[in-house]
């Protein structure tokens, strides 16, 4: 069984483990604002409400750059449309970095809105490497690009920790941006080896189908609203988490961040397995294995607020997550034709950015207006709504068609 394992990742292609080395660094950026953003806007912020608006800036400067991204790519290519988005970050970390130390919070905001549009490139590595091999090789391709999260949760906070007082500042954390600088100019070298390759364009029959067409079909909107709910779910509450943990009841910043850790790795620990899993059960019933994750998350949130239940919330959201969105990654290029992916890809990474960013600047107001509970008790309805998706999609004979059921 671990020959026949082994032979199937070592088979994939360069373009893979490249991506599987440069993905992690760049996506420390994510992580270690996660962390770092919440704790710092709330000492820079005029209002502790707004505390958490550059973590959600972030998230509004990916979905604001996922369409000229896309075009981006379409005219120059993946490779050279990955560097130019790296580019951007590192302007992004150093920008933040002077606002660390010139205790702006509106320089924060534009250092994270910088960040934000290069994470939009960093999220079509999925697509880079889905592009690199065959179709056959989809899952297992997507498992290690996401197995390489796990190191992402690691460096980003660690490094947010380790660099905090690098640079001598009044809150700290300039260092931990100028270390993020060069993660990413490492990542970049690492992408400078990238292959370009070239996707067979299928031949188009009868009249072209509008973008309205696609997105009408049931097996597009299944895709989505996993992606999207599962995104936007785990952005609200992991937003949230930091703030709840370390400035409402007082947990210390080392137990913050090993919560923040934990559930960082179990967003991509799961890869390890989930190709297996996808095999044996299906992309439909890992769906709903995610979303039941999601519903143990309102539970272990209500039943306390020590360190332990903070980390079942986040390693059950980290779970769910997993779940849901490689569910609808995989689910999305069924939906369809290669000379109609750039644009399909492009409203559905639009779509989940600008879900992620609503949410997660709700998830500030809501946690300093109403508490922890109220915040999880809002989250339900889209879990229940998920719930509907799986089971509609189950029933629906053009969804289970397309995936094989």
Known sequence: MSAIVGRRYLALSKNIWLLFFAQPLAMCATSLMVLVSGILGQHLAPDPEIATLPISTLIIGVAMAVIPANRLTNRVGRRVSLLIGLSIAVIGALVSASAAYYLS??????????????????????????????????????????????????????????????????????????????????????????????????????????????????????????????????????????????????????????????????????????????????????????TLCYLAVALFAYLGHSVMHYWWVMVLLGIGWNFLFSSGTLLLPKSYESHERLRVQAINDFSIFCTQALVSLLAGVILFNFGWITLITASLPFIVLMLFVVVFANKSSSVTKKIGC
């Open 105 to 290: 919070f509106w320089l924060l905001v534009a250092g994270s809105v910088l960040l934000g549009f290069s994470m939009s490139f960093v999220a079509q590595m999925r697509f880079c490497a889905l592009e690199s091999v065959d179709e056959k090789d989809h899952a297992t391709a997507l498992s290690v690009l996401m197995v390489g999260g796990i190191f992402a949760a690691m460096l980003g906070p660690e490094l947010a920790v380790a660099g905090k007082d690098w640079i001598d500042s009044t809150h700290g954390f300039v260092g931990s941006f100028v270390g993020l600088a060069v993660l990413i100019l490492l990542s970049m070298m690492a992408i400078t080896q990238i292959t370009p390759t070239q996707v067979k364009e299928s031949a188009i029959e009868g009249a072209p189908r509008s973008l309205i067409d696609i997105c009408r079909q049931p097996i597009f909107l299944v895709a989505l609203a996993s992606a999207a709910i599962g995104y936007g779910v785990m952005s609200y509450v992991m937003t949230a988490t930091p703030l709840s943990m370390h400035v409402l009841d007082g947990h210390t910043l080392e137990q913050t961040k090993w919560v923040v850790q934990s559930h960082i790795i179990a967003m991509y620990l799961p890869s390890l397995f989930s190709a297996w899993i996808i095999r044996k059960v299906g992309l439909l019933n890992v769906m709903l294995i995610g």
